[in-house]
Nanobody, 124 residues
C-alpha cells in the first residue's frame, strides 16, 4: 500500500490549488481515504475524507464550502480541490488510507498508511 501526495505550492490568498493522492497496491474500493494537514508547531488535523465507494464525504468545519474531495477510479487517484485559500490553510498536507472503508475517521491514528506530504503555502 503506497500513497503519494502532490500538487502543493505557493498561492495568494483567495487562490486555488488541487492536490492529488495517487494510490498503488490497492484499489480505492478497499479503503477510506483522508486528507490531513499539519502546520508548524501544531498537531496534525483532519481536513476531508471519503469512504470506500466515494459516495460519502466529510469535511472539517474550517474548510467546508471551500474544499472538495473527489476520486478518479481509472487512475486510482483522490483529489482535494482547494479554493478561496487563506493564510491559515498553510500546512503540509497528507493523504492516508484507512482499512475500515465504511467509515470516515477524523483521527490520524485510525489511518494505516500515509503519503509523504505536500506543502501548501498561502501568502497574505
Amino acid at each position: 500500500v503506497q500513497l503519494q501526495a502532490s500538487g502543493g505550492g505557493l498561492v495568494q490568498t483567495g487562490g486555488s490549488l488541487r492536490l492529488s493522492c495517487a494510490v498503488s497496491g490497492f484499489t480505492l474500493d478497499d479503503f477510506a481515504i483522508g486528507w490531513f494537514r499539519q502546520a508548524p508547531g501544531k498537531e496534525r488535523e483532519f481536513v476531508s475524507g471519503l469512504n470506500w465507494s466515494g459516495g460519502r464525504t466529510y469535511y472539517a468545519d474550517s474548510v467546508k464550502g471551500r474544499f472538495a474531495i473527489s476520486r478518479d477510479d481509472a487512475s486510482n487517484t483522490v483529489y482535494l480541490q482547494m479554493s478561496s485559500l487563506k493564510p491559515e490553510d498553510t500546512a503540509v498536507y497528507y493523504c492516508a488510507s484507512d482499512d475500515k472503508p465504511w467509515r470516515i475517521s477524523t483521527t490520524p491514528g485510525d489511518y494505516d498508511a500515509w503519503g509523504q506530504g505536500t506543502l501548501v503555502t498561502v501568502s497574505s
